[in-house]
């Protein structure tokens, strides 16, 4: 039996890591906050810039807008994925959840050539030492990434592209759905998807459309590199909120637990005192 | 409302400004475009430059805005600018010490050195200046 000095000891240390758990759920809980704010302000650009693309493409032609390099289809032979995992560690299964997935978007698409594109230390860690193929990493940016980041990436993406590098690149990253839940997301941003063509007012065009969207599918995609980042940045917050809170409870609960474990020990021994002090003198009469 | 626009700016990470105004000049890529209420409806694309707008009240105000586009609606102008600025936030010194390191690099390139992207710099800078002078 364990004596009651090293069940209180054992109280203690778990009452520290309680301590650092509640905090790193405080801590979440601000910088949630925070995420949540940079994706909703995003929102009103990624709106506006959706209704003028479908103007551009309605004066443009969609015959025309067909043959843009940026929207041609190949078989997919070669293909880029983009990995956005957090830097960091203790938020559930927020990162082990992303890297399951791109294992399995890896042993799904066997046949083909598929390159890593990671952002995130966490997801560079676990491919970093497998034999996949690797064409840059990203570190230390998960929380504060934005628009230099996002068209950084944006462009290397294009660039492999056009180049033929890569006949499709996907992104794979946890959607901020709530709070409570994350969902991881695989999205496919090249070949671009293009919206179906708007009402079609009639502008006046001071660059012919064809020139404006060639211009507007690059930016279009490092938007959706961008938010993909941004509800990224958000859903790691939420998911290690989450974690610490359950980190929390569970704590007290251990503590609960060995608090009464020790009331008992203690109780215990002193029923056994009583019996020898009892039989001692019980053995004088 | 009669006479007056509304101005939106927007940028990728965030909403910049919504404000009704008497007209609003915009740093267009072909050069600067005035536009007052009723406007015909216009595409363009922006260049690097600084916009300047009038309030209901008469105020004037200064942004810097460094490409993008902007949409003219006979009520309304949308400016979605891949990165923009009011006079307020610029950081002058910070702008200063780019014109310099942009201007000392096209004046004396180095070996390496992207003359494009030093000018784009310089432009930038210039227009980041130039807003922040009217705080």
């Keep these: 039996m364990p004596s009651l000095i090293d069940i209180r000891r054992r109280i203690r240390s778990v009452k520290n890591t309680q301590q650092i758990t509640r905090a790193m759920k405080m801590v979440a809980s601000a910088r949630l906050r925070r995420a949540q704010e940079r994706v909703i302000n995003a929102r009103p650009y990624a709106r506006m ?9 309605a004066a443009a032609g969609p015959e025309l807008v067909e043959k843009l390099p940026l929207l041609a289809v190949r078989p997919e032979r070669r293909v880029q994925l983009v990995l956005i995992t957090a830097d960091r560690g203790l938020a559930g299964a927020f990162n082990s959840n992303l890297i399951k997935a791109a294992q ?5 698409r066997a046949g083909q050539e598929i390159e ?8 560079r860690d676990f491919f970093v030492k497998r034999p996949v193929r690797i064409s840059g990493e990203t570190t230390g940016i998960s929380q504060s990434a934005g628009q230099n980041e996002a068209e950084q990436i944006g462009h290397k993406l294009i660039e492999r592209f056009t180049a033929g590098e890569a006949d499709a690149v996907y992104l794979l990253y946890n959607e901020f759905k709530s709070v409570l839940s994350q969902r991881v997301t695989v999205k496919r941003i090249l070949p671009v998807e293009m919206p179906a063509a708007g009402a079609g007012r009639e502008y006046i065009f001071e ?18 590199v961008l938010e993909a980042f941004l509800e990224s940045a958000a859903a790691e917050q939420a998911a290690r909120m989450t974690a610490m809170d359950a980190a929390t409870s569970n704590a007290g609960e251990v503590i609960n637990k060995l608090t009464l474990y020790m009331n008992r020990v203690r109780q215990a021994s002193i029923t056994r005192e009583i019996i020898e002090v009892v039989s001692g003198a019980s053995a004088l009469e | 409302m009669a006479g007056l626009l509304r101005l939106e700016v927007a940028t ?3 909403m910049l400004l919504k404000e009704n105004v008497r007209q609003a000049q915009v740093p267009a890529a072909n050069g600067y475009l005035g536009i007052l209420p009723e406007h015909a409806p216009l595409l363009a694309e922006l260049g690097t430059g600084v916009l300047v707008y009038e309030m209901e009240n008469g105020q004037k105000k200064w942004m810097t805005v460094i490409g993008g586009y ?4 006979p009520d ?14 610029i950081d002058m010194a910070r702008a200063q010490a780019a014109l310099r390191r942009a201007e000392e690099r096209i004046l004396h390139p180095a070996p390496g050195v992207d003359i494009a992207r030093a000018l784009n ?3 930038r800078a210039r227009a980041r200046l130039e807003a922040a002078a009217h705080k």
Excluded: C, T
């Design chain 1, 49 to 57: 810039a959706n209704e003028l693309l479908q103007d551009v493409v």
């Design chain 1, 104 to 108: 399995q978007f890896l042993a799904e």
């Design chain 1, 116 to 123: 890593l594109e990671l952002v995130g230390r966490k997801g």
């Design chain 1, 207 to 224: 660059q012919p459309p064809m020139r404006m969207l060639e211009k507007l599918l690059p930016e279009f995609i490092v938007l959706q």
């Design chain 2, 12 to 14: 990728p990470e965030r």
């Design chain 2, 70 to 73: 902007v949409e003219v609606g």
């Design chain 2, 76 to 89: 309304r102008i949308r400016v979605l600018a891949n990165r923009a600025e009011s006079a307020d936030e």
């Design chain 2, 121 to 123: 710099a310089a432009e």
